[in-house]
């Protein structure tokens, strides 16, 4: 079985030049240095509708394609929206309005990130839940941690947790303990406080903690990332480890979501196969959130056949 991480050549081009021109910082000293965040936002919006209607062109002009195809294209993309798992359609959701909010400044980000102090003495205990909604920049890390959510989220909540939404439910929440107590505890160590410190905000830590778990538990799947190379699943969180430093992205982040993972896959399926007891059972009050419907798998029917009537055996 093969699963292949690929993009277009005229997507991969756009994606790329896009991170390259948002990326410009006023500090760096380059020619951009003086176009504010909110040009650049208006900017990326006329490139991504750009490269929309070349993509309808071209799909027009090479296939023969019209309008009315892209209308049942998006129909397509529609459906397959609906069809996402509730807890991978729900997180998705959150994650792109509360990013996009913050990117057209209607929610700002400073009501939104981890503030230990803030949460204990104001009681903002929405800061807990928010700080894993927002991906920072809409950039070409943000396009791709989206993409991870999506597929691996869901392939977890399909495959692994099929059948089992409130035990899926739980393993967020978990990985979602874990990692807000790694940065709490890790504030107070004297010489990692200030990396802790500046760790404000865990989504990306929670979407790669899934990707680790979902490698975990399909190491022997071959998978191709950008055509580039092939590699087997239980190597994916590496080789998106390296693809976050290429790109300029914090690798602390990712880091964190490996321990978080690697957390949960010894305690949820390792131990248990150890010494025969299950850690992380699911309280019974978060699976009464759930209204999980039941597996059927099909069995062999056993088949008896009853002794003929008197009559006719008698005829």
């Known amino acids: 079985m093969h699963l292949h991480l690929y993009i277009s050549p005229?997507?991969?081009?756009?994606?790329?030049?896009?991170?390259?021109?948002?990326?410009?910082?006023?500090?760096?000293?380059?020619?951009?240095?003086?176009?504010?965040?909110?040009?650049?936002?208006?900017?990326?919006?006329?490139?991504?509708?750009?490269?929309?209607?070349?993509?309808?062109?071209?799909?027009?002009?090479?296939?023969?394609?019209?309008?009315?195809?892209?209308?049942?294209?998006?129909?397509?993309?529609?459906?397959?929206?609906?069809?996402?798992?509730?807890?991978?359609?729900?997180?998705?959701?959150?994650?792109?309005?509360?990013?996009?909010?913050?990117?057209?400044?209607?929610?700002?980000?400073?009501?939104?990130?981890?503030?230990?102090?803030?949460?204990?003495?104001?009681?903002?205990?929405?800061?807990?839940?928010?700080?894993?909604?927002?991906?920072?920049?809409?950039?070409?890390?943000?396009?791709?941690?989206?993409?991870?959510?999506?597929?691996?989220?869901?392939?977890?909540?399909?495959?692994s947790f099929r059948g089992r939404t409130a035990d899926f439910f739980y393993m967020l929440l978990f990985g979602a303990t874990v990692l807000t107590s790694i940065v709490l505890v890790g504030g107070m160590i004297p010489y990692v406080s200030e990396s802790f410190a500046k760790i404000i905000f865990l989504s990306n830590s929670l979407t790669f903690m899934m990707v680790y778990v979902w490698s975990k538990r399909n190491p022997y799947i071959h998978m191709s990332f950008l055509g580039l190379f092939t590699f087997t699943a239980a190597y994916l969180p590496w080789v998106l480890l390296g693809f976050s430093v290429l790109v300029g992205a914090s690798a602390w982040a990712d880091l964190l979501g490996m321990v978080a993972g690697h957390v949960y896959y010894f305690l949820e399926d390792v131990y248990p196969r150890m010494t025969g007891r299950r850690p992380l059972k699911t309280p019974s009050f978060i699976k009464s959130l759930f209204a999980d419907e039941p597996v059927v798998v099909a069995r062999a029917v056993e088949v008896r056949f009853a002794a003929p009537a008197i009559d006719e055996m008698r005829r």
């Open 10 to 159: 005229s997507l991969s081009l756009y994606l790329t030049f896009t991170y390259y021109f948002l990326s410009l910082d006023s500090s760096s000293g380059s020619s951009c240095s003086h176009i504010s965040d909110r040009t650049k936002l208006k900017l990326f919006e006329l490139l991504f509708r750009s490269f929309v209607v070349v993509s309808k062109l071209g799909l027009g002009l090479g296939l023969g394609l019209g309008f009315s195809d892209c209308r049942k294209m998006a129909q397509v993309v529609e459906e397959w929206y609906k069809q996402m798992p509730v807890i991978t359609r729900s997180y998705l959701t959150a994650a792109v309005l509360t990013t996009v909010g913050c990117s057209l400044e209607i929610i700002s980000p400073y009501n939104l990130y981890l503030n230990p102090r803030l949460v204990v003495k104001q009681y903002q205990i929405w800061r807990l839940i928010t700080n894993f909604l927002y991906f920072r920049k809409m950039d070409l890390d943000f396009l791709f941690h989206m993409f991870f959510l999506a597929r691996y989220c869901k392939l977890l909540e399909e495959n």
